[in-house]
């Protein structure tokens, strides 16, 4: 018997409902592609016709069948051919009209499947394992029937058929765009994060069902590749998209193959005979004559079903092929001809642009295990290494080579750069000049590697490295290390020092020390809190390293960018975002420290402590100065959260001033919020607002904690606002205490410190002063999809995520946040999560 959805008008409804879930191999998400491709499809079969969906496995071509199927008011009949039965004829048809079909007769069998048909739907799925009389009949029903099928791309069915078939109107499923493939990513694997996301998405190239095995993937084994072995969703997917290439000529599959390879577009020379089939399968398209596979995951699969032998063969072709040095390095290494990769890389390093490259190149020349490379080799791989902020590649590079002073020097640096003195020295005591440069070098950042370095012991060492190099050493390096010596003890005219010392250094070619004495000015700057200062050497040192692809420096210099601006307390949902970038790649220790301490800031200010303690639940081990960054935040997260005596600490370390006296001040508040008081100890040389601070809470006068607040007014927004709440905590009468209550909570509203203003309102209210500072709709209650919103954004979510999770739109998930903010009379969408949280609770 048919199926029958509808009544028994023959018409197709629009809109058609959407489909989201995996049907038969195959899943598609409501766009406007979609729409697109429906219309089509309704304006074909208004009358009779034949129309023809294809699409690569998992493209969604069955669920599209099912869709049409859904929106067509009268009977539907549904068929298929089958793959192990493709030779019984006229199969497709039978099953489709469920009755024993006159397949010796071509013109009796499609009058039999039209007499029962008439004015329903044909829908015929798999027509690529269809059988002759099946792909015969379905010209001549078109001419009085509604008839739609799929096809999957790429088949083997005959010239003669499709010749056939050619009155039919094809259309092809279109991929799934980059937000609805993210929105479905997320939703089925909500644990992977954002960059994992997008590579996804990327490797997909839209196909939903390679979307969802590769998500799934992913959140089973994080980190990990998905590969055609990568578990039973990947591996099914792999499956299916091998079986569709198995029907692609050799040459086609080669060319697929190559692709997979190369990972990146190719010419079609390079290609071969088998690219202009891909282009016409849809396979790949085509843009200034270089040709791309639509799903990178396809032509992953389609080089995965090559035999060792054929792969390697294709790799040498490949090398051949290209007149990329490092691309061809790559291919012989992957065929297993190491010393002709190593001569290729060698040749692609010197015509490198960028430091970046430079060092992917000579690492790769190092690393071949069949090739013993040249002393020469081993140290331009190091240094190069080094520069670009990759020490540990850099002692892979040099392995067990210590022949010479510069071997010697390179190890010790790269210990030193590991954090690991001892190592260093040990290194330097076998060189054969025990005072020449570079060892004097080694050994001021040895003495400098503890936070607390004795300063006497420091100046001592700096005068005997003067004597024997004068006071403005000619070797870069070591002139950056007297630098940093100078700055640990705070002489007079360090941040002259070290500037022009990374200056000098960079124009003698020396990219290590002039990054190194960036980032020694960098910290330095934040560790005595000039912030706005450190902000900006930090966001130009990032510019440059970006230029030269030195992607480890790069990243420390934006994470602590990144850490100022969140101290600072401004623009906290651009750091949110930003930060969280950073953390969801590979970064250095200490980046990865700064990143999750300024994320981590930024979610407590605004109210999402929830979200701030999980990502500092994820830090690494990480070096001091950024330890004592994150232990603060910790400490801090805890004291907004009402926890005080988690709060309470006399700070890390002595050795960063600003974070130590921030740790002391929220012990301070921990301790006027019910903590055990802690012992006051020797205070180190503070900046002067901590100084300030840390006088008023001893004196507990209104009045100190007041003018403590114009100290922090240029740098540190946010403890401005703490000093100004304390202030009329203290106060000894309302009309004191109003005042600075005000001001506070006015410069929390505006930066969007929820908690502080918070804070600032309840000490309103204890003086009776109460005012409504909601916007003109603040009456409006939150519907149940706000709250469900706002409460995800208070988690951490993105707006992409949560569209995900919830099943709508990037831009209704905007709006509803929009909407909460108005009801809410929020600035930021994170101070409306956090107070819909309170209402919630």
């Known amino acids: 018997m048919p199926h029958v959805p509808g009544a028994d008008q023959p018409v197709l409804d629009q809109p058609m409902p959407p489909v989201s879930a995996v049907e038969d191999g195959s899943a598609s998400m409501s766009t406007t592609e979609d729409a697109g491709l429906l219309a089509s499809v309704a304006a074909t079969l208004a009358k009779p016709g ?11 071509r069955t669920t599209m069948l099912r869709r049409v199927a859904a929106g067509f008011r009268g009977p539907v009949h549904l068929g298929g051919g089958l793959a192990i039965l493709h030779t019984s004829p006229g199969l497709a048809l039978a099953r489709a009209v469920r009755a024993k079909l006159p397949v010796d007769d071509i013109a009796l069998c499609a009058e039999a499947v039209r007499s029962r048909v008439r004015g329903g739907l044909l829908v015929v799925d798999d027509l690529q394992w269809a059988d002759p009389v099946t792909l015969a009949v379905l010209p001549l029903l078109a001419a009085h029937c509604r008839v739609i099928a799929a096809l ?21 499923v279109p991929a799934l765009p980059a937000e609805q493939a993210e929105a479905l990513a997320a939703t089925t694997a909500p644990g992977i994060d954002r960059v994992t996301v997008r590579a996804i998405v990327e490797r997909s190239g839209g196909n939903p069902l390679a979307v969802i095995a590769l998500a799934r993937h992913a959140q089973a084994s994080p980190g990990a590749e998905a590969t055609a072995e990568s578990g039973p969703d990947a591996q099914s997917v792999a499956h299916h998209i091998a079986t569709a290439l198995a029907d692609l000529p050799r040459p086609a ?4 193959a190559a692709l997979g390879l190369l990972g990146r577009p190719a010419p079609t020379a390079l290609l071969g005979p088998g690219a202009p089939t891909l282009v016409e399968a849809g396979l790949v398209t085509e843009t200034e004559g270089l040709l791309a596979p639509v799903s990178p995951y396809v032509a992953e699969v389609a080089s995965g079903m090559l035999s060792g032998e054929e792969r390697a063969g294709l790799h040498r072709r490949l090398a051949e092929l290209s007149s990329d040095d490092a691309a061809a390095a790559r291919h012989l290494a992957a065929a297993g001809d190491d010393t002709a990769a190593h001569q290729r890389a060698l040749v692609a390093a010197k ?23 040249a002393p020469q ?27 010479g002073d510069e071997a010697l020097l390179l190890r010790a640096e790269a210990h030193v750069h590991l954090g690991d003195v001892t190592a260093a020295q040990a290194e330097i005591t076998g060189l ?26 420091l100046a001592a060492l700096v005068a005997e490295v003067n004597a024997r190099h004068g006071a403005e050493p000619e070797h870069p390096g070591l002139r950056a290390a007297t630098a940093a010596a100078h700055a640990h003890t705070r002489r007079p005219g360090w941040e002259s020092a070290l500037a022009t010392a990374a200056a000098t250094a960079g124009r003698a070619g020396d990219d290590l020390s002039a990054r190194w004495s960036g980032w020694l000015l960098v910290e330095t700057l934040v560790a005595d809190g000039r912030l706005a200062e450190a902000a900006v050497v930090a966001e130009r040192a990032a ?28 623009g906290l949902d651009e750091v949110t975002h930003l930060a969280g970038d950073l953390i969801d790649r590979t970064l250095p220790a200490a980046a990865h420290g700064y990143a999750a301490a300024a994320a981590a800031l930024a979610d407590a200010d605004t109210g999402a402590l929830r979200s701030a303690r999980s990502r500092l639940a994820g830090v690494p081990a990480v070096p001091p100065s950024a330890a004592a960054v994150v232990e603060w935040v910790a400490r801090e997260t805890a004291w907004l959260d009402n926890q005080p005596e988690r709060a309470g600490s006399n700070g890390p370390t002595a050795a960063v001033p600003i974070v130590d006296g921030l740790a002391r001040i929220t012990a301070q508040w921990a301790a006027f919020d019910g903590a055990t008081a802690l012992a006051a100890d020797a205070e180190p040389p503070f900046p002067p607002a901590v100084r300030a601070t840390l006088s008023a809470w001893r004196s507990a006068s209104a009045e100190d904690f007041t003018a403590a607040a114009g100290a922090w007014q240029d740098l540190a927004l946010r403890e401005r606002v703490r000093c100004l709440l304390a202030a009329g905590l203290h106060a000894s009468t309302a009309e004191a205490a109003t ?13 969007g410190l929820v908690v502080l203003a918070g804070r600032a309102r309840r000490a309103l209210r204890r003086h009776h002063v109460r005012r409504d500072r909601r916007g003109a709709r603040a009456g409006d209650d939150l519907t149940d999809r706000e709250r469900e919103v706002l409460r995800l954004v208070a988690e951490g979510e993105p707006t992409r995520r949560i569209a995900g999770q919830l099943g709508i739109s990037a831009e209704t998930v905007e709006t509803h946040i929009r909407a909460g903010m108005r009801k809410l009379g929020a600035r930021t969408r994170t101070e409306a999560a956090a107070r819909a949280l309170k209402v919630i609770e």
Do not use: K, N
């Open 50 to 60: 034949l129309v023809i969906v294809t699409g690569a496995p998992g493209a969604g």
């Open 739 to 751: 005042p600075p209550l005000l001001a506070a909570e006015e410069l929390a509203d505006a930066s």
């Open 377 to 403: 080799v081993r140290q331009a791989a190091a240094r190069i290494a080094l520069t670009v902020g990759r020490p540990r590649a850099a002692l892979r590079a040099l392995g067990d080579w210590r022949d």
């Open 152 to 172: 999957r791309t790429p088949h083997r069915l005959p010239e003669e058929a499709l010749t056939r078939l050619g009155g039919a109107l094809f259309l092809p």
């Open 432 to 457: 054969a000049e025990p005072h020449a440069a570079g060892a004097d070098r080694i050994g001021l950042l040895a003495a400098l590697a503890p936070r607390d370095a004795d300063p006497e012991t």
């Open 351 to 373: 015509a490198a642009t960028t430091a970046g490259e430079r060092a992917d190149l000579l690492l790769l020349a190092c690393g071949l295990p069949g090739v013993v490379p």
């Open 253 to 256: 599959r080669t060319a697929m």
């Open 543 to 570: 510019a440059a390293c970006a230029g030269d692809l030195a992607y480890s420096w790069q990243t420390r210099f934006l994470a602590a960018e990144l850490w100022c601006r969140a101290l600072h307390g401004s």
